[in-house]
């Protein structure tokens, strides 16, 4: 049996080597686009932060991990084209890859917005590793840096900056910090913990255009009328499935490329994992992109596991959102957004930077928001992904989120019923 895997993260690599175990007999060929060992792109802001070197980014840290598994690794080939019929994959050196099974796990990349300037050497994203070394070649004290995008990614990548002694301002065009993972309160409470820390987050704001010259290496004209003078840019706008190369493929793709239960395409030969695969959303029901590092795991070692003839399958990837922000924990699980219908309970200590916010429908706990502490992260997961009957406890929690470790214990203590006593004052 002959694999081909592309796209060499976390996904096209852990599927690689399931392969390789689930089927000792067949060859698998593994194609990453970079010329690069294959690394994590979670691993990146680590390396800005100076906590690693690049080799800490590297996802298989034995130089010749690849070769003693029997995978073979073709580096810096992209595939422009899939031949379902033909089972073969072309790359941009004109070659063709022959395959009886293939994954797909060829990623995202960044959404460049349409700024005039943008396209200025000394402008770029945080994803790859070569963008990763020329950004931490411009930064150093005293130097100010802009940062485009207070979204998931650019409030990891404030997060590796903001802590360093230089000048951090960060623009984001939308009512607040990380709209797609946190509500307008939370997003507040994690711009007022930036401010904090001496990181000024101007939100409800849009780069019109970027020069060179002025103060500084660019100047940034806001559509406020404000101006920023800058050494370095950083743009963090969202990122979108890599799917452009299955064009007349006849796969059929969505957001990204639409898979079932067990990861497999409309072509029964073809799968696809990571973040450019569209699958089973664990909250909804309905099929989704969560272009996270765990749900790009899950879903190539189960892919690969079909692939190879072992039945496994994809129950859904619950949406879960952890950013560690200058020292502030913030969390989201599910649907953080409410559902139709549901209830909710909210806590907020604005002077401490703490914010609980859980969503409740069909008394069951379906999304939680959870800011300035981490002990209870386990168990908000657990109730959701587990859809624990709150009972008697949903009121309560409702009035008071804080309870939610005592309402855990009360539903969960070996069937032993703890009795519900009023919260103590403070």
């Known amino acids: 049996m002959r694999y081909v895997v592309v796209g060499a993260g976390p996904a096209g690599v852990v599927g690689a080597e399931t392969l390789r175990v689930a089927d000792p007999q067949g060859t698998v060929t593994l194609v990453g686009a970079e010329d690069e060992p294959p690394y994590s ?33 073709l580096r810096k080939r992209r595939v422009t084209k899939v031949d379902p019929k033909g089972k073969q994959v072309t790359l941009d050196d004109g070659k063709t890859l022959a395959y009886d099974k293939l994954l797909l796990a060829t990623g995202s990349r960044p959404v460049k917005p349409p700024v005039e300037g943008l396209e200025l050497e000394g402008i770029t994203p945080c994803w790859t590793l070569a963008q990763a070394r020329a950004i931490k070649s ?28 230089l000048t951090l301002t960060v623009v984001e065009a939308d009512t607040h910090m990380t709209p797609r993972m946190m509500n307008r309160a939370g997003g507040d409470v994690m ?58 493929s006849g796969i059929k793709t969505g957001e990204g490329i639409l898979v ?13 994992a990571g973040d450019c695969a569209q699958g089973l959303d664990f909250s909804t029901g309905g099929f989704s992109v969560h272009a996270i590092q765990p749900t790009a795991t899950e879903h190539g070692q189960i892919a690969a596991l079909n692939m190879a003839g072992k039945p496994a399958r994809h129950h859904g990837s619950l949406i879960m959102n952890v950013i560690a922000l200058l020292g502030l924990t913030t969390y989201s699980f599910g649907q953080w957004m409410g559902v139709e219908g549901g209830e909710h309970g909210e806590w907020l200590d604005a002077e401490q930077h703490r914010y609980i916010r859980l969503e409740i429908k069909d008394d069951c706990l379906v999304g939680a928001i959870y800011i300035g502490a981490f002990e209870h992260v386990g168990i908000l997961r657990g109730m959701i992904q587990n859809r624990i009957a709150l009972g008697e406890w949903k009121e309560p929690l ?16 070996y069937g032993k019923k703890i009795p519900i006593l009023p919260l103590a004052a403070g």
């Open 191 to 248: 711009k007022a913990w930036c401010a904090s820390k001496g990181v000024q987050v101007l939100t409800s704001t849009r780069v019109g255009r970027v020069a060179s010259g002025g103060e500084r290496r660019f100047t940034l004209h806001l559509d406020n009328g404000q101006t920023l003078p800058a050494d370095l840019v950083v743009t963090a706008t969202g990122v979108k499935p890599i799917i452009d190369y299955l064009e007349g």
């Open 260 to 272: 079932d239960e067990h990861l497999q395409t409309s072509d029964p030969h073809v799968y696809a």
């Open 41 to 73: 792109r979670m691993a990146i802001p680590y390396l800005l932060e100076g906590q690693i070197q690049e080799e800490g980014t590297h996802l298989r840290h034995d130089a010749g991990h690849y070769a003693k598994a029997g995978i073979e690794v």
């Open 138 to 165: 411009g930064l150093g004290e005293g130097k100010h840096v802009v940062l485009i995008g207070a979204g998931f990614i650019g409030s990891i990548i404030l997060d590796a900056i903001g802590s360093q002694p």
């Open 398 to 413: 409702l009035e008071e989120p804080r309870r939610l470790m005592e309402a855990y214990l009360g539903l969960t203590a």
